[in-house]
């Protein structure tokens, strides 16, 4: 299973951007899909989750400015950040857990989102 994500890039304070993250390969049920950060010199976190079933989990910082989203039929996950913040600077990575030939999870290469005050 591959992991492309793609949409990171240099923002000022305020804008938005839109993160994708498709699946490709031998893909079992997909029970998560979600997107991580890790910014230098902190660990990487949960930023937000969806679970096959639509239920949603956010980190407590980005409630209300960032969005996940799936399209199943297509098996991708998109985050969506608006209202972004410096502190939101970090490589993000897209994350899938699934019941493959048992729990299997797998990470996208990680995309860059910069954030400029």
């Known amino acids: 299973v591959q992991l492309q994500a793609s949409g990171g890039g240099l923002v000022q304070a305020g804008g938005s951007l839109r993160l994708s993250c498709a699946a490709s390969?031998?893909?079992?049920?997909?029970?998560?899909m979600d997107w991580y950060r890790e910014a230098p010199g902190k660990q990487r976190e949960l930023v937000a989750a969806e679970t096959s079933g639509g239920v949603t989990q956010y980190l407590d910082s980005v409630k209300g400015r960032f969005t996940i989203s799936r399209d199943s039929a297509k098996n991708t996950v998109y985050l969506q950040m608006n209202s972004l913040k410096p502190e939101d600077t970090a490589v993000y990575y897209c994350?899938?857990?699934?019941?493959?030939?048992?729990?299997?999870?797998?990470w996208g290469q990680g995309t860059q989102v910069t954030v400029s005050s």
């Open positions: 390969g031998k893909i079992g049920s997909i029970n998560v």
């Open positions: 994350h899938v857990g699934m019941h493959g030939m048992g729990w299997e999870e797998y």
